[in-house]
């Protein structure tokens, strides 16, 4: 039990130190980007944030001024049509998920790396374009999955293969917050099915204890069921302002997921097998203070470790991959199973059925 904690140790991706850095072309310059995804580059040694892009180019020289005096501020449009392109090697985009394909097939054709916050897209169909195109130019494709660079998460993975807690066999998982409080506009993008895609609380935060135990299982979905309902006026749009799912593992594991865009922040992830579990808490919102706990044979041991800013992680995590020609663990093919995950959630809860994938 102590050495299994004791060896919890920070980027075991690492191979390499002394890199060029990883010059980003930031599209979409809402808060998580201005206040997350920007601080994250400053503060990177890989990585530095030259070109702002926005629907309007007040709003990005604005933010071109917060990020670098020297970052160069475009508009999509401008984007689109191949400006700065000698400026940027990779592409951050973090605009609503119905928007993030266009981007990716422009940089695309530009041979530019690409970035893409998760869910990757709002669809399946626009999802496996974006895969397609990427391939097709021979471009690297990451989807922004923070949770794999997460310190934490990666150790309970390691756990979990060397079998530390037996055979997985269950995974509880949650994610819920007050949107309205955090974002007070019931017009805002993650409440429009155009923009953020057939929901909202699975779309956004579901994703997290989906994709969380994909990763630390290595496994993927076959089947899921669901539940879903809205009664707020705010949500009348879409189905989830609450949810649940259930979801079967190819390798035999079930889970069982809640996620809410109407209730208190909290968030979990626990793996219980044979002979123990593993458990992270709170797990999905960055720059928490999370408990990390293994339980073998009724004997307890949790740790309080330094926390790590997750988006310096991920960031940098994407650089070393670029300029190593390292593996990207979730690429495009990674991301696009979630999609379609998703949307058989969503279909199970309004055909009240199990969905097979």
Known sequence: MDDALSEFGRRDWET?????????????????????AIPATEQSDRCET???????HDKAEDVAEIADDTATAITYDEFHDGAATDEYDAVYVATPNAKHLEFAESAAEFGKA?????PMEATPERARRMVET???ADVTLMVAYRMQTEPAVRRAR??????????????HGSMSQDLLEMIPNPDQWRLNPDLSGPGTSVMDLGIYPLNTARFVLDADPTAVSSFARSTGDAFSDVPDEVATFQVEFDDGTLAACSASQNASQSSHLKVVGTEG??????AFFDRQNRKFALEVDGNRMSLDYKQVDQMLEEFDYF??????DGDIYPDGRHGLADIEAMAAIYESADEGSVMEL
């Open 114 to 118: 690409v970035l893409c916050e998760k």
């Open 50 to 56: 030259t070109v702002v892009v926005s629907g309007h």
């Open 16 to 36: 390499e130190t002394d890199l060029e850095s990883v010059r980003f072309a930031m599209v979409g310059l809402g808060w998580w980007t201005r206040e997350e």
């Open 134 to 136: 990427c391939e097709d």
């Open 158 to 171: 390691e756990l979990v293969r060397e079998g530390a807690i037996g055979d997985p066999m269950v995974v």
């Open 277 to 282: 579990e593993v458990s992270v808490e709170p």
């Open 319 to 324: 650089a070393h991959q670029l300029r190593t």
